[in-house]
């Protein structure tokens, strides 16, 4: 799990570094938080490595049910 505080949507880069961390690792799965949400470039790429994605606001309504 990795969390990011942004003013602006997470992008691909960092979605790939934190393939990089998960490879490192050898997990299993992988999920990234952003307060900013994904751009559709992040979210393309991280559908292709298979990494789940919360908003902050998404996850925070998540746990609150």
């Given at each position: 799990?990795?969390?990011?505080?942004?003013?602006?949507?997470?992008?691909?880069?960092?979605?790939?570094?934190?393939?990089?961390t998960?490879?490192?690792?050898?997990?299993?799965?992988?999920i990234?938080?952003?307060?900013?949400?994904?751009?559709?470039?992040?979210?393309?790429?991280?559908?292709?490595?298979?990494?789940?994605?919360?908003?902050?606001?998404?996850?925070?309504?998540?746990?609150?049910?």
């Amino acid at each position: 799990v990795q969390a990011r505080h942004r003013k602006t949507a997470m992008q691909p880069d960092a979605i790939r570094e934190a393939e990089g961390t998960k490879k490192l690792w050898n997990a299993d799965n992988a999920i990234l938080i952003s307060s900013s949400g994904f751009s559709d470039q992040a979210i393309d790429t991280a559908t292709e490595l298979d990494f789940i994605l919360y908003d902050y606001e998404q996850m925070v309504s998540e746990l609150k049910d």
